[in-house]
């Protein structure tokens, strides 16, 4: 394909190319003699679990896959997400597979704990 000047796109692009600036990839952050580091100074418990329950809505929104079913457990009821899969496993038959939802809270040692397990 060419231009009205029967000059190729090919070396109107080379020419294009050659002509722009080069300049540094540094960032505008690198320049900065001040770094400011974000810290929350206050967070109201109303706020964190009006987050928790927005986590848990998205969560519920999700469709579940054939097979699948979501288990809770209230807290302190397992040491770890492995023994409750193992007492699923135990208890109810073979399983394909283990989500830990509940490892996606800010803090998942607290509150209840959430497992989605797939049935084989």
């Given at each position: ?60 929104q ?5 097979g ?53």
């Amino acid at each position: 394909m060419t231009t009205q000047g029967n000059i190729p796109w090919a070396k109107v692009a080379a020419i294009g190319n050659q002509m722009r600036i080069p300049h540094s990839p540094q960032s505008r952050g690198s320049e900065m003699r001040v770094k400011y580091i974000p810290k929350v100074l206050y967070t109201s418990p109303d706020f964190e679990t009006e987050i928790v329950n927005l986590w848990a809505a998205d969560l519920v929104q999700q469709a579940l896959t054939d097979g699948t079913v979501l288990f809770s457990f209230p807290a302190g009821m397992f040491t770890t997400h492995i023994a409750a899969y193992k007492t699923i496993r135990e208890n109810i038959g073979p399983v394909s597979g283990f989500q830990h939802l509940s490892g996606y809270t800010p803090n998942p040692d607290k509150g209840e704990m959430l497992i989605e397990a797939r049935f084989v």
